[in-house]
């Protein structure tokens, strides 16, 4: 029996890690993750569903992280720097603009959201919890990252991703529609002597509110709001040099 429960716990955390980066995932996803029969990897959402730390959508049957996984991490306390001077930061910026507000810092070839605020706008879909970790490329906040570090981590290094750079450095900030429900985000690099050490991002739905997604307005906005970070950010944040990875 307690080989059972035990194992039934890992299975438990292994999905609840999974639904971090890929929120809004189906039994049929999770049955290959755990490489698990139906029954049993319905069984176990049901559980999570039940505990309030994942809610089933009705359109398609997928499954999204809930409110109930904010109380996990409510004990821990991160950086102070994190919660005493960039969120408060972080918070104005997302009432000003109406979206949510990411702070992404670089670990290795990848961009981790280490602040966020916590009000998601009900024009977005799908969450991005504070720990997510994505490659560079995949995100605007990577992006804006690799527009303006020196040096950059290695990346893969075809036609489409020095267009993107390109574009972030033209324009000062990234740019990246997401696959699904019209989502865009944008993101400016934090600087520190005019070198990324992290990157500002937002979350905007261009068909649902328009008239809240102009970039030129958001780029400004961003702009300021990174610097202010800056200033606050300690001297091992801005000067942690990321792992180069191999393309």
């Not at 950086?79 to 960039?86: H, I, S």
């Not at 997604?213 to 702009?223: F, M, N, Q, S």
Request: net charge neutral.
């Amino acid at each position: 029996m307690r080989t059972v429960s035990v194992r039934a716990l890992q299975r438990g955390l292994t999905i609840l890690e999974y639904f971090n980066q890929h929120d809004g995932t189906t039994v049929t996803e999770i049955m290959g993750v755990l490489g698990a029969p139906h029954a049993t990897t319905y069984r176990l959402l049901k559980t999570l569903c039940d505990e309030g730390l994942l809610t089933k959508g009705n359109e398609r049957g997928e499954y999204w992280l809930a409110a109930g996984v904010k109380a996990l991490s409510e004990g821990y306390q991160s950086e102070p720097w994190l919660l005493q001077d960039a969120m408060p930061i972080i918070e104005a910026l997302s009432n000003r603009l109406q979206w949510p507000v990411f702070l992404m810092l670089p670990r290795g070839s990848q961009m981790v959201v280490r602040a966020k605020n916590f009000a998601p706008s009900p024009l977005i879909k799908g969450e991005i919890p504070t720990g997510t970790a994505s490659e560079m490329t995949a995100t605007a906040g990577g992006l804006a990252y690799l527009a303006f570090a020196s040096p950059a981590p290695a990346m893969p290094d075809t036609a489409a991703v020095r267009k993107k750079i390109a574009q972030a450095q033209k324009r000062g900030h990234a740019q990246l529609d997401e696959a699904r429900d019209d989502v865009r985000q944008i993101a400016v690099p934090v600087l520190s002597d005019a070198v990324a050490c992290g990157a500002l991002m937002i979350r905007t739905n261009m068909r649902a509110a328009p008239e809240l997604g102009d970039p030129e307005t958001i780029h400004d906005a961003l702009v300021a709001a990174a610097a202010k970070i800056a200033v606050c950010m300690p001297a091992a944040a801005r000067n942690a040099s990321p792992l180069h990875a191999t393309a």
